[in-house]
């Protein structure tokens, strides 16, 4: 919300309250503007895989335990890489287990003479898993797992469902404020979030009910750029 109001030229002066339905009241003198933010991602729901929001969220969890588990026992501090599958996903159930396998293979590196060591997809024997890389750290252990894919282009149509989604809450949002707007949130360092925008999907005219809406990239500080307009019919 900060960073979007540091942004904006002609953001409403006044306090900013946080409230829930909407995000926040933006309380000016002579009116009150209710601002729900909400996120952009490049997958909804599927009935043939996770959403990959959902899928980063099941590696986040994987490498948070590996990491805690290799710490708890002592070892040497290390630089992890775990480069997952794309389309990896696991079960709930699956967690554990796999975390336990990669502080096992995490633990022999740090006995091989090496500087870094990796293991190919044979040797570590866990479907979803290309590469391990162990490097020999200095400072506390570090466990990260790269997500790369290409980056997709959003569609008119992926705004227009989030509109879609957004429009039936907008008579509650009324009920505390005189103004309503809509801010959708595509994150530059989220892999599940950052696309391409296309000129097409600016210069749509898209069906909501809210006052104003806003298309606001968050980026790196010295190429940020003030949210987009998304105009409506």
Known sequence: MEKFKENLPDFPKGKIVSDESPDFLVKAPNEIVGIEIT????????????PLQQRQSVRHKIMALAKSSYDQKGLPPVFAGVHFDLNFHCRKSEIQPIAKRLVELAEQSSLDSTPERFWRRDDIQLNGIDLLSFKKWKAESYWDAPLGSFVPTISPEQIQ???????????????????????????RFDPASFSLISEATLENKYSHS??????????YSDLQKSPFVLQKE
């Open 210 to 219: 809210f006052d104003a809406a806003f298309l606001y990239f968050f980026d």
């Open 161 to 187: 469902n989030i509109f879609d989604e957004k429009n039936a809450l907008c008579n509650e949002y009324r009920m505390k404020c005189d103004k309503t707007w809509l801010v959708i949130v595509m994150n």
């Open 39 to 50: 996120g952009f991602y490049r997958q909804t729901s599927s009935s043939t895989k996770p």
